[in-house]
């Protein structure tokens, strides 16, 4: 079955930097958009980047852009998610999700599958 996994998250300090990684396997097309969410209690879920399949950067949220890099290795297939000068605002769970098309990346409707998520928390 299909199957995404996250990973890399945990605590960090304020102005620290963390890696998450998603990787993908049993998804019965490719390429594929890989899509990066987050959400924290009580709030909606937001979105922060996806990437397509080729390896285009197609969106970044205009909150987190210039904190935030999103690639692929095309040697494994793995997407990361990069993330800089960190602050307590960007605690949450953060999701990685995979689409059959990239027609609404920045929707979370849009895409079909879905990881349990890695919290992140960013605290002193």
């Known amino acids: 079955q299909v199957k995404l996994v996250e990973s890399g998250g945990g605590l960090v300090q304020p102005g620290g930097s963390l890696r998450l990684s998603c990787t993908a396997s049993?998804?019965?097309?490719?390429?594929?958009?890989i899509g990066w969410f987050r959400q924290a209690p009580g709030n909606e879920r937001e979105f922060v980047g996806a990437i397509t399949g080729t390896g285009n950067n197609l969106y970044q949220s205009d909150s987190l852009k210039g904190r935030i890099t999103i690639s692929r290795d095309s040697t494994t297939g793995t997407v990361y998610l990069e993330m800089d000068n960190l602050k307590r605002e960007d605690t949450a769970v953060y999701y990685c999700a995979a689409a059959i098309r990239d027609l609404a990346p920045t929707n979370w409707f849009a895409y079909n599958f879905w990881g349990q998520g890695t919290q992140v928390t960013v605290s002193s």
């Open positions: 049993g998804v019965p097309f490719n390429p594929y958009l």
